[in-house]
């Protein structure tokens, strides 16, 4: 079995904050464009942290690259079409854009899978890779959905 180590501690820091910041969005509350890129870099760091848990035996590298790609394509995507509404203060809303908190649980639960799975059960090893895959899939569907939606509301 694994023990715990400060990866670990890491991991769940960086998704908490990640959890944290991503708060208002989901409230549909405004904020600054800004503060749209927070949630997309903590959730990077979350994936870069469980790639230290994957042993090299189990290393995928297509698998990952073809995640990264693809959330960055549909994150792209998504941020020209979601509707965003601009205030007087240059704060953005998102109404109605429950992906976000989505693709945030997705990547929660992907590093809860990686990161408690082989404390507990050894063979579980092996569907770590998968799990940072998925992590990094939420990961770089955020990222590009916030770059997109900051390009796009510019001033």
Known sequence: MWA????????????AACLYVSLPEWQARPRSRSLLLVPPVLAFICVYI????????HREPWLLRGALATGL????????FIKANIDEFGLVRLP?????????LVVTT??????????????????????TS???????YLSGRAVAVYLRTRS
């Open 134 to 140: 998925v992590a990094g899939l939420g990961a770089t």
């Open 110 to 131: 992907a590093m809860a899978a990686a990161t408690l799975a082989p404390l507990v059960i050894e063979q579980a090893a092996g569907g770590v890779p998968y799990a």
């Open 4 to 15: 715990l180590n400060l990866l670990h501690f890491l991991a769940v820091a960086a998704i």
């Open 73 to 80: 394509v549909l994150g792209v995507i998504r941020g020209l």
């Open 96 to 104: 109605g854009a429950s992906d976000g908190l989505f693709a945030t």
């Open 50 to 57: 469980m790639m230290g848990f994957v042993a090299p035996e």
